[in-house]
């Protein structure tokens, strides 16, 4: 047998390969044909012995190839280019199939991108299956807590044994980071992390080198280096001011590494020990700051066996501290942290899984049109299938041609998709960049995704055309030679494949009306306060000398002498964020659970009432006085008072901050109206609205409410500069109207909105092609049976009714198998909606309506086309 090598250089040097064994095969031969000149035989008798000894130089050159090279896969290169000059001789056909799949390949692909990058990728660090976050059950809100204090965090890296290492880390955000003798104006997000942190991770430093605890020093993450140093390559040793404190660069995070919380990239790390002195309003004392605390197991041990230790060890520490421990023992566990922390993940888990699934259903769509189209070329094909029939070619040689011209389209769609997804991916993380759970996604094609896309490609492939294949190689030879009829009997399938496509867009027309719905009645709800008008300015410190404004200055008046303000005021937290829980108790009021005890609040400043519109129902506003002493008064809403008193006649009664044994007591003064406040899903969450205490003239970390006389242009460049000048060390993060407010806080219902409404009107796009394309064929097909029918008496009417009746037949059995379907479909996301049920019966009907009226569109050219058939020419057509 040949070498290895030499078999590979004969399949890709076919020309040479040829060349030289047609002049060893004739070398051969002439040797014969000297031996049989030699014996004494003519010439031409000669050379005819020779070539029957030798057995036919076609045959010998057939084996030799066989014998030299790899015939399957020189079979599927043939096979390839076959299939791509057949793509070329038909580009109309080709350009059609591609371009369904494309849409259908580059949606799932798009999707797939965000899903990989939130749900599935493990952090860029090392051996990631080995590092687990200490978390704690809050039975209140449901949801895994990660809050522990640096003291405990010191203790359990001083005590546990099933660890190869601790380290703390926590978020900040925070504006005006003193750069190279520059204020940076926008939003630092900073990582407060113990020396131990990058080591633990095992991230090296691109450049430079990793901090200890308590060093004046920082390290950026390598896409803040681009953007605030353009990637200078003396950035080591440079400063960062941060509060008056200096901190120096000493090393940048690796391109891939941005910090354990997916979705929020960190900007630079500090250590933990900093902290205090350089991050305004964080707290003094280091033993109380707030950390994060993740682990990497020792090798070989079991995470069960290290959740035991850490239970163990946590209840001694816990006993030591008191009522200082930020969790209880019992509820201690260890997480998986090889994915990262994200609390995006959770809000975006189903949403995505939902758009999955629509994506999903499009590719089928695609998949029926692309099949449809082949089984239509098929036929049009059937007497070339018949030749190669008839010439000894097997029906499974047949299926695979078929089959790979499937596989070619498919790639070639392949492509195509992932040049959509490319495009669609930036749309797609824009709008999981906006609302209170920002995700920060940088999506590019990677390794996974390429090869899920080529996963995909050859499914689909496999797919829709699979079935085409095998049925054109079933061709009767006997049928086609003799010309055979091309009756309905003869489209099936393709007629089934339409109302599969049917089907599936109803479904997805269903959702994508459910999920509009949903957004337009979120927009459209009563918010308890009055949107128009309303500003939100929401603020930062930054490092100038002073925090606030200057002594004695009133800055809500200095605001509210501005040309077209009505009223100011703040609050610590703000509209439209996320929720802020607090524990409160009623004397006397039984609560069966945590859960039943816990309340969202914030903190006001005076005249918060006036500014946002929300009606007072009982009792009085907060007035500075109530700003300056201990928190003992208090405004609840509805929600709250109903709760835990039964009645709304609440005004002057008590209730605990806290509970019953260390609860502050609070006077309620006041009653106001349910308002979304937190979330527009909520908007008679349980409320609670203290004052925001003595320094409530710093409007440093606070959201001011500026209600405005009207549209008032200019207004917020005129807030922006009197801030800037009445408080220099005051930075403002964002300055919003409330109704963009509401658009962030509804990025998620946006999202699926906009993806399942596209997608919606993509599968109505693809259903309408592909029933367009099948009543086009059928009645070309037809031509000969409607010239019997003219030549008979039908009328245009009668013809153009018969061919409209055949598809709005294949529409109404869509529609009725897509109904139940959709009714299905509709109950698995009915958690996602708000404000309509998941079986609603007008959107049902709009969507069954909108198809079957999308169907006779569809159908009407080409009833038109057959009511215009000469019968003439129609009984010599076959």
Known sequence: ??????????????????????????????????????????????????LLKLGGLDAVKETCRDRRGFPALEHLVRDVLYAIRMAGRSPAFAAAAVLSLALGIGANTAIFSVTDALLLKSLPVEKPDQLVVFAGWDNAIHQWMYFFTYREFQELQRRTQSFSGLASTWTADRAGILTSSRVDEGMTHIGIVSGSYFPLLGVSPTIGRSFADGEAAAVISYAYWERRFALAPDVLGRTLGMNGQVLTIVGVAPRPFSGDSVGQPIDLWIPAALAPKAIARWPRQLATNPVRIIARLKPGAGAKQAEAEARTVYRQIAREMGPLAAESPDRLALLPEGQGISRPREQYRQSLLVLS???????????????????????????????????????????????????????????????????????????????????????????????????????????????????ASRVAIYSVVKGGSHGPGRFRLGKLLVVVQVALSLVLLVAAGLFVGTLRRLKSQDLGFERQHLLLVRTAASPGS??????????????????????????????????????????????????????????????????????????????????????????VNQAMALRFFGSSDVVGRRFLWGDEATGVPIEIVGVVRDAAYNALRQPNAVMVYFPLGPDWQDPSDACLVVRTAGDAPGIAAQIREQLHQIAPGVAIRSMDWVQAAMDQSLAIERMVAWIAG????????????????????????????????????????????????????????????????????????????????ATDAPTLAASAL???????????????????VDATRALRCE
């Open 1 to 50: 047998m040949r070498p290895l090598w030499a078999r590979f250089r004969s399949l890709f040097g076919r020309h040479r390969a040829e060349r030289d064994l047609a002049q060893e095969l004739e070398s051969h031969l002439q040797l014969h044909v000297d031996d049989n000149l030699r014996a004494g035989l003519s010439p031409a008798e000669a050379r005819r012995q020779a």
């Open 357 to 471: 699934i629509v994506a999903g259903l499009v590719l089928l769509i695609a998949c029926a049109n692309a099949a449809n189209l082949l089984l239509t070329r098929s036929e049009a094909r059937r007497q070339e299938i018949a030749l190669r029939l008839a010439l000894g070619a097997g029906r499974g040689r047949i299926a695979r041609q078929l089959l790979i011209e499937s596989l070619v389209l498919a790639m070639a769609a392949g492509a195509a998709g992932l040049a959509m997804a490319y495009c669609g991916t930036s749309g797609l993380a824009q709008l999981a960049r906006g609302g209170p759970w920002a995700v920060d996604l940088h999506l590019s094609p990677d390794g996974r995704v390429l090869a899920y896309t080529a996963a995909l490609c050859l499914l689909t492939g496999m797919v829709f055309g699979l079935s085409p294949a095998v049925s």
């Open 546 to 635: 002073r925090k606030g404004p200057a002594p004695g200055v009133d800055i809500y008046q200095q605001i509210a002498r501005i040309p077209g303000v009505r009223s100011v005021s703040a609050s610590h937290f703000g509209m439209l964020t996320l929720a802020v829980f607090t524990d409160v108790t009623v004397p006397g009021h039984p609560s069966d659970s945590p859960a039943d005890r816990v309340v969202a609040s914030d903190q006001i400043a005076p005249h918060y009432l006036e500014a946002t519109g929300m009606r007072l129902l009982a009792g009085r506003d907060l007035t500075a006085h109530d700003m300056l002493q201990p928190p003992r008064a208090a405004l």
């Open 758 to 837: 596209l997608f919606g009107a993509l599968a109505l796009v693809l259903a309408c092609l592909g029933l367009y394309g099948m009543m086009s064929y059928v009645a070309a097909r037809r031509t000969h049976e409607i010239g019997i029918r003219v030549s008979l008496g039908a009328t245009p009417a009668v013809v153009s009714r018969m061919v409209l009746g055949d598809a709005l037949g294949l529409g109404f059995a869509g529609v009725l198998i897509g109904i139940p379907a959709a009714l299905l479909g509709s109950r698995l996301v009915a958690n996602l909606l708000f404000g309509i049920a």
């Open 850 to 868: 909108l198809l079957l009226a999308v169907v006779g569109l569809a159908a009407w050219l080409p009833a038109w086309r057959a009511s215009r």
